[in-house]
């Protein structure tokens, strides 16, 4: 296990720092080695999904803006290696839904962010903090998402918010898109802003039916918290 987790780390790191990598947060992110890399089981699986969340939690509380601004929490997968687009997208929001149902036993949803993918201001929430989702897998038909394992990354909202705060996120955000599209040849229909479209439809990476919906539901009992 630690040997293959030693060659995925490595693996995405060279994925990330080829030259015309578009995500320029994410070059940061390696250069300062604030790229937490933890490999699972596959994606599928259900088992380690208490592991996830605790090695999530510890990602949260190590977390200093002032200190670690541009830093990720990822998750690779042992496979499943041969699934299409789509089927890695209904895997990506089971593995969600099933880390919402443990947390919402445990904590609140950001409040800083809505609980309705449908909702222009929601934002996926473990731990009572936002994040902003990115899926990789081997069959994505954009290149900056086509990565030889599942990877689910987590990014905490808190940057993008202090990017906002500071007056340089438009620039940030708008760079990376310019990017994205020399990188994969053609601009990305799926990318919208914050406030002004449900970030839900960004996470899978594949481009969506105008008919879309996204398959997630906020757990009722999470009510309770807060």
Same mark, same amino acid.
């Given at each position: 296990m630690q040997s293959y987790l030693s060659q995925t780390d490595e693996n995405l790191k060279q994925f990330i720092a080829e030259k015309n990598f578009p995500c320029?947060?994410?070059?940061?992110?390696?250069?300062?080695?604030?790229?937490?890399?933890?490999?699972?089981?596959?994606l599928d699986d259900e088992s380690e999904n208490t592991d996830i969340l605790s090695d999530l939690y510890a990602f949260?509380? @190590?977390?200093? /803006?002032? !200190?670690?601004?541009?830093s990720s929490f990822v998750c690779t997968f042992e496979g499943p290696w041969d699934h299409t687009e789509r089927q890695y997208e209904r895997l990506l929001w089971a593995k969600l839904q099933q880390l919402h149902e443990v947390d919402s036993r445990l904590h609140g949803w950001d409040k800083a962010v809505s609980r309705d993918p449908e909702h222009d201001n929601f934002s996926f929430s473990l731990g009572e903090h936002a994040f902003f989702i990115v899926c990789l897998n081997p069959?994505?038909?954009?290149?900056?998402r086509?990565?030889?394992?599942?990877?689910?990354v987590f990014n905490l909202h808190e940057q993008f918010d202090k990017l906002k705060d500071e007056g340089?996120?438009?620039?940030? @955000?708008?760079? /990376?898109? !310019?990017?994205d599209s020399v990188f994969c040849g053609s601009d990305n229909?799926?990318?919208g802003n914050?406030?002004?479209?449900?970030?839900?439809?960004?996470?899978?990476?594949?481009?969506?039916?105008?008919n879309w919906?996204?398959?997630f539901h906020p757990s009722t009992e999470q009510t309770t918290h807060g």
């Open positions: 320029v947060g994410a070059k940061t992110a390696l250069t300062k080695d604030q790229i937490s890399v933890n490999q699972y089981g596959t949260i509380e @190590r977390f200093d /803006i002032e !200190k670690h601004m541009f069959a994505s038909r954009r290149r900056s086509r990565f030889e394992s599942p990877t689910i340089k996120f438009e620039a940030f @955000r708008d760079h /990376i898109r !310019k990017r229909p799926m990318l914050h406030g002004s479209d449900s970030e839900a439809k960004q996470y899978s990476g594949r481009l969506l039916e105008e919906k996204c398959p």
